[in-house]
């Protein structure tokens, strides 16, 4: 497919539809629902799809936002990420968004309502080296009369797994300015942070839950305590797109800089390190097994 092709899915009877670009991570570069666009990009999508920066809708696997350190260990395999090409780092030269942001390579099939791509991870030598776990992944999108929903899949070969990927949609209300925006938050626990975006190992912080304004600061926060079944709405008068979290995933990061017109609300199976710091460790798909996070968005009002 070549790199500039995009796949169409559509609902015709919600007014859905969400066009994905196969060859940039299989990126979703946007979700209108009738007529309005739900997604935010950051840049104009013909530069968006030549350079390497998160927007829309991507996935972050196999670890979601960073890593402490080049180096570690799961369960006896050593991991050294340095000098490896597809390895995406932050502004402090940490492992950064995991490995797929731009990567081509998915075998795909439509579904009805939806597509299903996926991935055969010890196939390709360079994911592996920065991964050394067997495994398949598959992700399946699907338009329904509910809105959109988001399947991630992990299943293991003949070793453990770990599991530590995200979501990281750019989400943002149509007609809605920051200063009319809230979230609607379920009880959460607030995880400290340091400078760097990293976990403060052994602090616990606040709890949060209800609503809260945009306006009042930036944010850019990890929460734990997400349960299967939990929502959390972005607000603004009668108008809402409400995310709610079906299935595998734990953690909650909360992202809208200052002035930002966008909110992404990104759903976690692992709290930020996990994989370094092995402390709480991520989740393990056991050999032949299967790990599911699902995730819904619709639009209301």
Sequence with gaps: MPSHSLLDLSHPASRQ???????????GVSWMVEGEECLHLCQPLDQFLREEHT????????????????????????VDLAGHARVHRDGNGLPMHGLLVRWPQWDMELTDGG?????????????????????Q?????????EGL???????AGQSRVPVSFGWHPYLVLPGAVR??????????????????????QGSVGDSIEGMQSLADRSWDHCFSGLQDGM???????????RMEFLEGYRW?????????????LEPMTAITAALSDQDPMPPVVDPGCTYVGRYRMTLMG
């Design 252 to 264: 909650l990061q909360i992202y809208s800089p200052d002035e930002a017109d966008f909110v992404c």
């Design 179 to 200: 200063s009319d925006l809230s979230l609607q938050l379920p009880s959460l626990m607030e995880v400290p942070l340091d400078p760097g975006c990293l976990p403060v």
């Design 231 to 241: 929502a959390v709405e972005m607000r603004s008068g009668e108008r809402a797109i």
């Design 137 to 145: 992944l598959q992700i399946h999108w699907k338009l329904d009369g």
């Design 149 to 155: 929903e988001v399947r991630t899949s992990v299943t």
């Design 55 to 78: 927007g829309g809708l991507p996935l972050l696997y196999p670890w979601a936002n960073r890593l402490r350190s080049d180096q570690w260990q799961f369960r006896g395999t050593e």
């Design 17 to 27: 539809r969400l066009q994905l670009a196969p060859a940039a991570g299989f990126c």
């Design 115 to 135: 597509c299903r791509a996926s991935i055969d991870w010890a196939s390709h030598q360079d994911l592996f080296a920065a991964f050394p776990f067997e495994h």
